[in-house]
Nanobody, 128 residues
Framework: QVQLVETGGGSVQAGGSLRLACAAS????????MGWFRQAPGKEREFVAA????????YYVDSLKGRFTISRNNANDTVYLQMNSLKPEDTAVYYC?????????????????????WGQGTQVTVSS
């Protein structure tokens, strides 16, 4: 079992930045893909970004237009999401996830079904 804990959420004004972190513990696997998803009030959970097990490949939802950057440090089993130029529509609970399926099929990076473990989420609120 893998446990994931997100930190770094909070309130920020539009145009500001936040850096989320997701620390993994338990039976971690070096080839686990790590992803970030978010869910706004009244909306379904949506894909934000993902990164391959070795950190060489990253994937983003097109609508972010380069504002977000995902990275990982496998030495401490931590994945980060740098969020810049935040907008009110970025307000959501952000979840990190880990899974093995993307290692075998890249399409699973983009969907929740590709991930087996989920964190509790961290709230990001962007004021206008």
């Amino acid at each position: 079992q893998v446990q994931l804990v997100e930190t770094g959420g909070g309130s920020v004004q539009a145009g500001g930045s936040l850096r989320l972190a997701c620390a993994a513990s338990g039976r971690t696997w070096s080839y686990y893909a790590m992803g970030w998803f978010r869910q706004a009030p009244g909306k379904e959970r949506e894909f934000v970004a993902a990164i391959s097990g070795n950190g060489d490949n990253t994937y983003y939802v097109d609508s972010l237009k380069g504002r977000f950057t995902i990275s990982r440090n496998n030495a401490n089993d931590t994945v980060y999401l740098q969020m810049n130029s935040l907008k009110p529509e970025d307000t959501a609970v952000y979840y990190c996830a880990a899974g093995r399926k993307p290692y075998y099929s890249g399409s699973y990076y983009y969907t929740g079904t590709g991930y087996d473990y989920w964190g509790q989420g961290t709230q990001v609120t962007v004021s206008s």
